[in-house]
């Protein structure tokens, strides 16, 4: 099944330690998301890649990058994690320009990945 | 203007029963209205969608109502089962340059009793 998979699924690292978190998909989306939720919350957007595009939210920290080395794959980088940086991290992707109606506006999400921070 | 807001927080529902979760925004140009399912420690799931143009949409137990004019939409849960107890988030989506932007309400945690 096409999908969007996220990995791990679970990751704890060490306060101000780098960790990267994965996404890849198989629905050939040319955009992906990277969306942050903390407990309790709606998700946040950090920031999408429209094909190779990047395009960065406003207020998200510089703490936070991304890279997006193919179509299938992005990835999420916190550079020096912070206590207030445990949240679950979700993937989304999309299809901007699809020719099926229903998916012209949709976003899938991944199943996130929880990470921790001690 | 970007802002969802979406009422009650939670909901205590008996099997069986309806279950009703309220939003409603600001920004007319917003032209997609999703509802998100979301069970601990999952990711959303889309539940439902209606355009703008629609005023009902229906999907087996799960049903969309849209007022244009007030600015409003709401998700009906009929026959409320308790494995439909989970957060569910209502968004408005607009596409903005090269993506389609996500504003989310702010959830409803919605506990079907058994």
């Known amino acids: 099944d096409a999908m969007v998979i996220q990995n791990p699924r679970y990751q704890v690292t060490q306060f101000g330690k780098p960790v990267t978190l994965s996404c890849s998909q198989t629905?050939?989306?040319?955009?992906m998301y990277w969306y942050q939720q903390k407990s309790s919350q709606a998700p946040k957007l950090l920031f999408h890649?429209?094909?190779?595009?990047?395009?960065n939210e406003a207020d998200t920290p510089d703490n936070f990058q991304s890279r997006r080395p193919n179509t299938s794959f992005c990835f999420l980088d916190i550079r020096s994690p912070g206590l207030g940086d445990a949240a679950m991290y979700l993937c989304?992707?999309?299809?901007?320009?699809?020719?099926?109606?229903?998916?012209?506006?949709?976003?899938?999400f991944g199943p996130g990945t929880r990470l921790t921070v001690t | 203007q970007q802002q969802v807001k979406q009422s009650p927080q939670s909901l205590i529902v008996q099997k069986g029963g309806i279950s009703i979760i309220n939003c409603a925004y600001e920004?007319?140009?917003?032209?997609?209205f999703p509802w998100y399912q979301q069970f601990p420690g999952k990711g959303p799931a889309l539940l439902i969608a209606?355009?703008?143009?629609?005023s009902e949409k229906k999907e087996g137990r799960f049903t969309i109502s849209f007022n244009k004019s007030a600015k409003q939409f709401s998700l009906h849960i009929m026959d409320s089962q308790p494995g439909d107890s989970a957060t569910y988030f209502c968004?408005?989506?607009?596409?903005?340059?090269?993506?389609?932007?996500?504003?989310f309400g702010s959830g409803t945690q919605l506990t079907v009793l058994p």
């Open positions: 890649y429209y094909d190779k595009d990047f395009n």
């Open positions: 629905l050939n989306h040319n955009v």
């Open positions: 989304a992707t999309s299809r901007v320009g699809g020719s099926r109606q229903r998916e012209r506006y949709e976003q899938y």
């Open positions: 920004n007319t140009a917003f032209d997609y």
């Open positions: 209606i355009r703008p143009d629609v």
């Open positions: 968004a408005a989506s607009i596409e903005r340059g090269s993506a389609r932007q996500l504003t």
